[in-house]
């Protein structure tokens, strides 16, 4: 049995009811048996594989609160800290009700490699909880956040871990972190990131994964004889990946013509009014049902549909393994040329595979949507020599990165002899900084 498939075994039988970290594990080191293979001697003898998949810390915790009945409430807290060989951990904090530590887990395994593709120092990690802000009030949100900060705050800091925001975790939600977090440990630093303006937050953090994914797109469409503008642009999801994604592509000159939350999704064949959008979700906090309400000849579905419709390029903004084997058949079979992953593997391996043998060109998320961590990184920059970089600073050096985190997976793919295939591309050049830094500090 070869190498990567002894790990690929072993992680399955010590991870059992994981099948998210599961699928990360195989998706990642079967991209990588070219690399893995050509040094099998070494890795194996430094055990090399079973540390990259084995985090360095995870730790769970419980979370008590008290609602607005006054009845306590205990929800259950996550961090895993996965890999510091190129920097402090670095990676969100999801609150979802679907949180587990496998979940956990497959997304701090994926921010390994995105954050080492950004070339910036920042290890991975992750954390969350199965909290739901969804329908709480202010207090509760802060009553919940000031009790998980009081036990995360052990583990974090701005050169250990700097946690984020992710699903469920927005501005609200980091500023009752941040603010709990300075009261217990009586210091003033850069130890979240996702901010607001007033407390060392960064211009173009809401807007970053969103626009880092269209600036990587771009490129990658030219890289291959093609141009945006003009296509027609399948979008899901409905938080600020989906909006601004939308929102850079328009500028583009595509056409945005989709976008869904958990309960439907909408079609407006004109073009999607992202002001309505914006003042449904952001500011009402409602449901995509309530479009109809702006552009009455817009469509509204209950239920999924988003890859029905025909579009040259597909943006998947929304969760994880949203897009199937069946809705990969329709893409191709309604004409889609791209598919670029927004959100953290939301396609499924069978899905990425039949897109891939079907000439559809295919973007991983651990890539295309490293943007928001990018951002978060210059924040952290900015915080650490107490500055604040114009929007225009920050939006130039995101489109870099973006433009060099291609160039780098094309470079990887093509020498390896895999030219096309960015999945294997990115696993490769993410996972060679990684390996590098590894082996350099020794056994640890």
């Known amino acids: 049995m070869s190498y990567v498939d002894e790990v690929i075994e072993l992680v399955v039988k010590q991870n059992p009811s994981e099948p998210e970290f599961h699928q990360a594990v195989k998706e990642v080191l079967e991209s990588l048996r070219p690399v893995v293979d050509a040094n099998e001697e070494k890795f194996r003898r430094e055990a090399l594989l079973e540390r990259i998949v084995n985090p360095e810390r995870q730790l769970k915790f419980r979370i008590p609160w008290v609602d607005d009945k006054g009845q306590v409430q205990v929800n259950t807290g996550y961090r ?34 995105k954050n080492s593709l950004t070339g910036l120092p920042i290890g991975g990690g992750k954390g969350g909880s199965d909290f739901d802000p969804k329908g709480k009030s202010d207090r509760e949100v802060m009553a919940f956040c000031q009790s998980y900060m009081t036990e995360l705050c052990k583990y ?29 440990k009586g210091v003033y630093e850069g130890v979240l ?102 552009r009455p000849n817009a469509e509204y579905h209950e239920g999924k549909g988003v890859w029905t419709v025909k579009c040259d390029i597909a943006l998947p903004c929304a969760t994880q393994n949203e897009l199937l084997i069946d809705d990969a058949k329709a893409l191709v079979a ?21 897109l891939q043998s079907n000439g559809v060109i295919f973007a991983p998320g651990k890539a295309a949507n490293a943007g928001g961590v990018a951002t978060s990184a210059l924040e952290m920059s900015q915080n650490s020599e107490r500055l604040s970089w114009t929007f225009e600073e920050v939006d130039a050096k995101l489109q870099r990165i973006m433009v060099d985190i291609f160039h780098n997976l094309d470079a990887a793919a093509k020498k390896y002899g895999f030219e096309g295939n960015y999945v294997v591309g990115a696993n490769i050049a993410g996972f060679e900084k990684v390996v590098d830094a590894m082996l350099a500090q020794g056994v640890c």
């Open 80 to 113: 895993v800290q996965f890999n510091s060989s190129i920097g402090p951990y670095k990676g969100g904090l999801r609150l979802h009700p679907s949180v587990n530590l496998g979940i956990i887990k497959f997304l701090g395994f994926e921010q390994v490699f």
């Open 193 to 294: 990131t996702g901010k607001g303006l007033s407390y060392g937050g960064s211009l173009a953090r809401k807007e970053a994964t969103g626009y880092g994914l269209l600036y990587f797109t771009k490129e990658m469409l030219i890289a291959n004889g093609m141009d945006i503008a003009g296509k027609i642009v399948a979008v899901s999801g409905a938080g600020n990946v989906a909006i601004y994604a939308a929102e850079k592509a328009t500028e583009m000159g595509a056409k945005v013509v989709t976008l869904s939350d958990s309960t439907g999704w909408i079609y407006d064949a004109e073009g999607i009014d992202l002001d309505a959008v914006k003042e449904i979700k952001e500011v009402k906090r409602a449901r995509l049902s309530e479009y109809k309400n702006y």
């Open 156 to 184: 974090i800091g701005a050169d250990t871990d700097v946690p984020a925001g992710d699903i469920g975790t927005g501005a609200r939600e980091i500023g009752y972190l941040f603010g709990q977090y300075k009261r217990i």
């Open 334 to 354: 309604n004409g889609c040329k791209v598919v670029a992953e927004g959100a953290n593997m939301p396609t499924t391996i069978e899905a990425t595979e039949y």
